[in-house]
Nanobody, 127 residues
Framework: QVQLVESGGGVVQAGDSLRLSCSAS????????MGWFRQAPGKEREFVAS????????YYSDFVKGRFTISRDNAKIAVLLQMNSLKPEDTAEYFC????????????????????WGQGTQVTVSS
């Protein structure tokens, strides 16, 4: 099993920045990719960004491209999400995810591409 712990959420104003972090523990060496999804009240969960360990390839949803940056913390098995120019529509619960080789052939933007999910951290952006 792998445990994911998120941190960094909070309440900010439109245009501000936040950085989310997620650390993995347990059988974390099985992880080959990590990323973030989010879910706003009354809406479906949606893909935000992901990074694959090999070559550090990154993937973003269209609505965060140019504003959010995902990166890995090379000192540990962790991922960071730098969120700039935040908008009220970015308000959501943000969930860290991690995937192993067993799900390598599943499209990276889908829920099923990930084995493990964090409990979420709330991001609220006021206008």
């Amino acid at each position: 099993q792998v445990q994911l712990v998120e941190s960094g959420g909070g309440v900010v104003q439109a245009g501000d920045s936040l950085r989310l972090s997620c650390s993995a523990s347990g059988r974390a060496r099985e992880i080959v990719k990590m990323g973030w999804f989010r879910q706003a009240p009354g809406k479906e969960r949606e893909f935000v960004a992901s990074i694959v360990w090999t070559r550090s390839n990154t993937y973003y949803s269209d609505f965060v491209k140019g504003r959010f940056t995902i990166s890995r913390d090379n000192a540990k098995i962790a991922v960071l999400l730098q969120m700039n120019s935040l908008k009220p529509e970015d308000t959501a619960e943000y969930f860290c995810v991690a995937g192993t080789l067993s799900r390598r052939n599943i499209p990276i933007t889908t829920n099923d591409a990930y084995d493990y999910w964090g409990q979420g951290t709330q991001v609220t952006v006021s206008s």
